[in-house]
């Protein structure tokens, strides 16, 4: 079954979680508003994510379309990115806490936390019928024009989240690549066998 096929009902040919196998980052966007409550919804979903030695090191900044800082915020997107990002009702700000609070020394896995909270956020938005499209194509400067990045945090990513919109509203590329979602590597290719890397002596 072909990626394509498979996007009408899920993406998968497996039976996978169907909220899961559905998702895909959308750059349409509808006018449809995300409320307060929504947004509480997806912020618990992303608190309750594991984390190395429970440090929680994810943080997100919420910036609304119309609200102050938001023009900023689109104008430090690049290429393609400003294009779209710009319909999003609601724009995040994914930001890791660099250092373990317990000994003041790196976290490590500030990054990968974050990742995992952004993941749960996904999932939870998906089975609510939005669309959240991950944006790391931004200059980091223009963003610190509008926004101060807090002492001891990375700005990891960002966020574009809304209800889905008509991908006719698209230009060229970005309506074709609305309807071709992204391929798959094979699962062979991904689990690689530990016999394969079994040191030799
Ligand atoms: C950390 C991160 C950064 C990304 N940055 C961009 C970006 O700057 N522009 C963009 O159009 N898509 C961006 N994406 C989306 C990926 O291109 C997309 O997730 C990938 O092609 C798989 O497609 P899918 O999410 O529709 O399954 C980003 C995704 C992640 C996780």
């Keep these: 079954m072909s990626d394509r096929t498979q996007a009408e009902g899920g993406r998968s040919a497996l039976p996978i979680h169907p909220d899961i196998s559905r998702r895909f980052s959308p750059r349409a966007f509808s006018d449809r508003l995300v409320t307060g409550k929504e947004l509480e919804l997806l912020f618990e979903a992303a608190r309750w994510a594991p984390s190395s030695m429970n440090e929680q090191p994810w943080r997100f900044v919420v910036v609304e379309r119309g609200a102050p800082g938001h023009d900023g915020l689109v104008a430090s997107l690049t290429g393609f990115n400003r294009q779209w990002a710009d319909k999003a009702p609601v724009l995040i700000l994914n930001l890791a806490v660099r250092s373990l609070s317990r000994s003041?020394?790196?976290n490590?896995?500030?990054?990968?936390?974050?990742?995992?909270?952004v993941a749960q956020l996904t999932v939870q938005a998906t089975s609510m019928g939005m669309g959240l499209h991950q944006l790391?194509?931004?200059?980091?400067?223009l963003v610190k024009q509008t926004f101060s990045i807090p002492e001891g945090m990375d700005l990891v990513s960002i966020i574009a989240l809304g209800f889905p919109g008509n991908p006719e509203q698209l230009?060229?590329?970005?309506?074709s690549r609305e309807r071709n979602h992204s391929p798959r590597k094979a699962l062979s290719e991904l689990v690689i066998p530990a016999s394969a890397l079994l040191a030799r002596e």
Excluded: I, R
């Excluded at 230009?171 to 309506?175: A, F, G, N, R, T």
């Design 104 to 106: 003041g020394e790196t």
């Design 108 to 117: 490590h896995h500030a990054w990968h936390d974050l990742g995992l909270a």
């Design 136 to 141: 790391g194509g931004f200059e980091l400067h």
């Design 171 to 175: 230009p060229e590329p970005l309506l």
